[in-house]
């Protein structure tokens, strides 16, 4: 019988079940149709290899088993090729050690039978019992690839607060509606394919489930990763957040869930990753990190590697190099790229877990010697990369003659895959290498290096650089900028077999203004911004910022970004709500914030989820990792489907007036003294205040979340740094150093230089320190800074409490 087989899944310890359909031909016609789906059940039978060293075999004797012979590059303590016994026995007694190659039956029936992803298998017999139909493994033979069956999918909605499905059934990449279901009939309707919109769902025996939420956060840039968003409609049209309100999302939710399915591409998408990596279809999309193991396992099976099973902790080590920004505006600037650094690095250096030395020391970073690559053959890693490099490459050929959409995600596919595996090498997984993962990083800080000093020698200045990435101030015009960069990179690439270095773009302007935050223009007249445009900001907000640097690139005239400024003013209250939306994602389930107060979107999940409790409604409750999307009123967060009031004075000072002072502060000659009276600012809307996170090391403003990986900073630290700002600054406002304007000598308080006999002028500093204040309210929550500085009063001084008559004179006068 020749099966297509679609979902593997694991019933017991020693047993797995097959989903699919079998493949049928039709008359003499030889076209090939499928039957309803099925499941076959077989067991799999547990492979322990047993290392005896010296051992006598004849304690063998009762035992049944096979020798094998594997390479082994993982155990540093035994020999480099090890002759093992393969047998269904756990422990063995006299064994030197025992290994257990594979987690799961799932995964040895995959790995040992070479299942690539869906596709055809042959069974020789199948047996029937009253229950469920049985096969043996070694009746399953991998046959070949192929296109999916006719698939029924299911779309997961809420109607009436009951869970309903819409059918459909999809054959050549077309689909039709079939019908509306009960929930708790899709296995009835033998359902192959249930898709959901964040709607938490549980996985499901024999039924691949998708969720488009998660797949949207990896397969696009977005803000929400609402319907709306991944469909390209207006954010509030008829808005998912509706279901969270009254527990009816409707058939029309359901049908925009499909949609997004097909949008995305999950199903060709999945497919080609299962293909290149051999993993499971229902797993590759969460556990991406499992999907490149898969590709490894597969590869050092079919060499004869003794696969490594452990896992690791965590490895810390230094990744790639940022060098600081040279802030401002500049022109004619040059971007340079290393082509696939990373990837390009393994292969250049031969770089494997059989090229390193074993018995090199885990945790050091300066392993040169531990991960000098052989150049003799091309190890197993390099190899792997160069195929999914070349692959992809020919592809990319073939799109740009004609556009397929088959052949746009397995190009896809490749890329993902070829990245990920540096990835594995710094990971907590059992393929984890920090010597390798520290020595590859390392050797790109080195290459970045190398390529800044190559490009100083002939005169020109790097600007700025990011892992790969360098920016080179030119002094030629725009149209000799080719040649030139065609000049840098051949002289960087002569030192180097596969890593390569070319010419990225060309930027007419760009503002620099901090790591990992520029805006360009191009010699194309695109508008590239790196670390700008941000979900915490509303759309308008990121408009008017995008506005405001078009005209800086495009312009030298300042009076263009005031007209905008007078604009926004003026037309600010009449946008509509969808343009004040903002998102945040939940870092943790709402219920496990401990200072919910300071964080609108908590206090907003926290209200919903009691509303869906509180009524019964079959919604799912906002979670960890979640985004939810609010506006922010005078009373707190609200839904955008709320009909509460704008916030407006808070959107103008915290999200546009802020990122706008940001903006414009690096550069030279910006009247922001004409914006202040505009707005009626007395006091500095941005504050100089910085933290550095102590999670990620990452320098901002606000003390809320983490601006890189969103964890809440937690509140003891802020104390903390507010309390050490604190004491800096009043040892400068208490400074007794003074120095002499006539004869430079230094002296304490006094008024007459000790030296001279001139008069000193002391200065004070009460503005910058009542300034500082300011910014401290701004940057830490205003209730701890009160409450540290009621510490001391003595900066304040009543003096009605001493001269209360001569006061109350001088009024009455």
Known sequence: ???????????????????????????????????????????????????????????????????????????????????????????????????????????????????????????????????????????????????????????????????????????????????????????????????????????????????????????????????????????????????????????????????????LGVLDLCKELCEITGHQLDRTITFRAERTEYLLMHSMYQKKWLICRERKGNNHYTGGLVLEPRTGLFENIILIDFNSLYPSIIIEENLCFSTINRKARAGKENVDGACAGNTEEMALLPAILSTLITRRKKLKQELVKKYSSTYDARQKALKITANAIYGCLGSTGRFSNLEMAAFITGRGRELLMKAKSEIEKIGLTVLYGDTDSLMIKSDCSVEEIPSLAQKICASINNHYKFISIEMEDIFERIILYTKKKYAGITVKKEIILKGIERRDYCMLSNQFIYDVIWILLTSSDHNLVMKRLIELKTNLKTYGKENFVLERMLNKDPEKYTTPEGSPQVQLALRINEHITKNNLKMPLYKKNDIISYVMGHDGAFLPTESLEINYEYYLEQQFLTPFFRLVGVLKNFNVDAVRRLFNIQKRVVSSLRITTPCCNTPQSQTAFCNTCNAEIDKNFLRNQAIDNLRAEIELLYERKVMCPNCDNEQGLFLNCFNCGSNIPRKTRNKEFDDFLDDCRGTFPSFEIDEITKMSEYRTVNLFLYFREEIERSFTK
């Open 1 to 263: 019988m020749l099966f297509y087989v679609l979902l593997i899944e694991q019933v017991s310890d020693t047993k797995i079940r097959i989903y699919g359909k079998e493949r049928l031909r039709v008359g003499d016609s030889g076209r090939m149709t499928y039957g309803e789906k099925m499941a076959i059940t077989l067991t799999v039978k547990p492979e322990h290899l047993h290392y005896m060293g010296l051992m006598d075999k004849d304690v063998l004797s009762n035992v049944d088993y096979e020798t094998v012979v594997k390479k082994n590059y993982f155990y540093a303590d035994l020999p480099a090729n090890l002759e093992l016994i393969k047998c269904n026995k756990k422990n063995l007694k006299g064994a030197v050690r025992s290994f257990t190659e594979f987690s799961s039956p799932a995964e040895q029936f995959i790995i040992t039978k070479r299942i690539r992803g869906p596709g055809i298998v042959e069974i020789s017999e199948i047996y029937e019992t009253n229950t469920e139909l049985i096969t043996k493994e070694e009746d399953i033979k991998f046959m070949e690839h192929a296109e999916y069956p006719p698939l029924i999918i299911g779309a997961l909605f809420v109607a009436d607060t009951l869970l309903k499905v819409n059918l459909y059934r999809m054959e050549d990449r077309k689909h039709v509606f079939l019908k509306v279901i009960n929930f708790t009939d899709i296995r009835s309707e033998s359902v192959d394919v249930l898709v959901h919109h964040n709607m938490h769902l549980k996985s499901i025996s024999g039924v691949w489930v998708i969720d488009t939420f998660e797949c949207a956060k990896q397969l696009m840039r977005g803000r929400s990763f609402c319907l709306n968003e991944i469909l390209g409609r207006n954010l509030l049209e008829n808005s998912a957040s509706d279901g969270y309100q009254n527990g009816n999302c409707g058939k029309k939710y359901a049908e925009d869930t499909f949609c997004a399915l097909i949008k």
